[in-house]
């Protein structure tokens, strides 16, 4: 008996059909995997199943009734739904959060030691039970405050959990601790919805994915029927031939150039990219990728060291120094820093770059607008009209808008902090793709994720970073997984083969 059923749901917006038709059920004490490209329509089919949309057409039901029409009301019915972006308050402590919409109160008066326990139970269902009820949510790491978001959920009774790409904002290292709640969670019965794009991770948890195209449901099998081809060929509708087109390019002169850089995170850091080349950066999370990234960019305050590019001494800690040097970070972050999520798709491109859409200091509006289409047609960007509202977007494509972006500035020297962060597997490609076009016009390219192998797959050269240090330096020729992996994880003597 499904717990949840979609009957016959559709979704459109304005003449433009998101869902069309979805049938599917998932059941309790099962993880149901929910993939599909960018802009499928997995998180409309989320927001519907959550009583934030309407859909069109069709129908839900939840435990045997109607799916209620408000989001409160289908909290209170045992539906919960964790977003890709944290929903909690950094300012109030573990407790007043996990408690958020939950408060037990008898006569007016807040019940304080029946809520603190609720509280505790709840978290320790989830692995925080050790946690100061007291700490300020922004002491806790971001796996945390995704647990405590669980946590939450938890405590108001919930019977169906969803996930979208709950793993996307992670560190590499949390990832099994929250497939490991989720596995605990499925065991005690509640039914789960996860969405991803990490294939691997359902290889891991769920008893059946579900595959979303083009807002039609094309696949719904237990997981021992499929294998990572069959389900990409069932999310893309074709092979995919080879994930990451690696050519050999040209490397030209040095473009960028570091001595002994020290910033919060980095230590004593050397390190250079050449005209044409693409270098990656190894790490852990927390080895100083990211920090060096914006150390360079002129986003972190530097404490000592050098920064030159094109042989020019470049001021650190200013963006627009960096800039005017034709330095561009692009952060991993795209909802804090890169995008405004409520100005138009054409008004974000603009903000990368006015020149091109500027005559005398006024902005030309029809000019914007073919920018702005043109770059959303290059990087093949999924969108109703470029005068949309881009965090309408869904998710992978304003990635690639962010990318696009950037690239048609051809900079001298990009840095692309987990560029391909929510990106489908089939667009990844794309996007490095349009990273190799980039370095063939002559940019020095950095780029780091949180997946090695892709960094591996993309790159000329990698620095490998551990505890804010480069540890060891490798050519393409030379790329050795196992021992960059060795180094990585702070492992100074590596053990070579006898002789
Ligand atoms: N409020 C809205 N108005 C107009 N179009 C929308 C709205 N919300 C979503 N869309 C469109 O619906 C399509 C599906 O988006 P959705 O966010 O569901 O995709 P997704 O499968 O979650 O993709 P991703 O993997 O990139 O997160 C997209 O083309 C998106 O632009
Ligand atoms: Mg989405």
Known sequence: MPIVSVQGVSKRFGAVTVLDGVDFAFRAGEVTGLVGENG?????????????????????????????????????????VIYQELTDVPDMTLLDNVLLGNL?????????????????????????????????????????????EIARCLVRDTRVLILDEPTSSLPERDVETLLSVVRTLRDEGIAILYVTHHLDELFD????????????????????????????????????????????????????????????????????????????????????RTELMKAVGGVAHVVSGEVSVAGRRVRTGSIAAARSAGVVYVPEDRKAEG????????????????????????????????????????????????????GKLSGGNQQKVIVGRVSEMSPRVVLFDDPTRGVDIGAKSGIYEHVFTLAEKGSAVMVCSSDTDEVLAVADRVYVLAAGRVVGEFARGSFDREKILHLAAGGSAVSEPPA
């Open 40 to 80: 499928a329509g997995k998180s409309t089919l989320i927001k519907i199943l959550a009583g934030a949309e309407t859909p069109t057409a069709g129908s839900v039901v939840l435990g045997g009734e109607q799916l209620p029409s408000t989001t409160g009301d289908v909290i209170a019915a045992g539906l919960s």
């Open 104 to 148: 037990s109160s008898r006569g007016g008066l807040t019940r304080r030691g029946e809520n603190r326990r609720r509280a505790k139970a709840g978290l320790s269902r989830v692995g925080l039970g050790e946690l100061d009820l007291r700490t300020p949510i922004r002491d806790l790491t971001i796996s945390q405050r995704q647990l405590a």
């Open 205 to 288: 948890v769920a008893d059946r994915v579900v595959v979303l195209r083009d807002g039609n449901l094309v696949g719904d099998q237990p997981i021992g029927q499929w294998d990572e081809p069959s389900l990409v060929r069932s999310m893309l509708a074709k092979e995919l031939e080879q994930a990451y087109p690696w050519r050999p390019r040209d490397v030209g002169e040095p473009a960028l150039v570091t001595r002994g850089l020290v910033a919060r995170g980095v230590k004593d850091t050397s390190i250079h990219a050449d005209r044409g080349e693409v270098v990656g950066l190894v790490g852990l999370a927390g080895s100083g």
């Open 339 to 390: 995008l405004v999520l409520d100005a138009s798709v054409r008004s974000n491109i603009a903000m990368g770059d006015y020149a091109p859409v500027s005559r005398r200091g006024l902005l030309r509006s029809g000019v914007m607008t073919r920018r702005a289409q043109e770059i959303t047609s290059k990087y093949d960007v999924k969108l109703g009209s470029v005068h949309q509202e881009i």
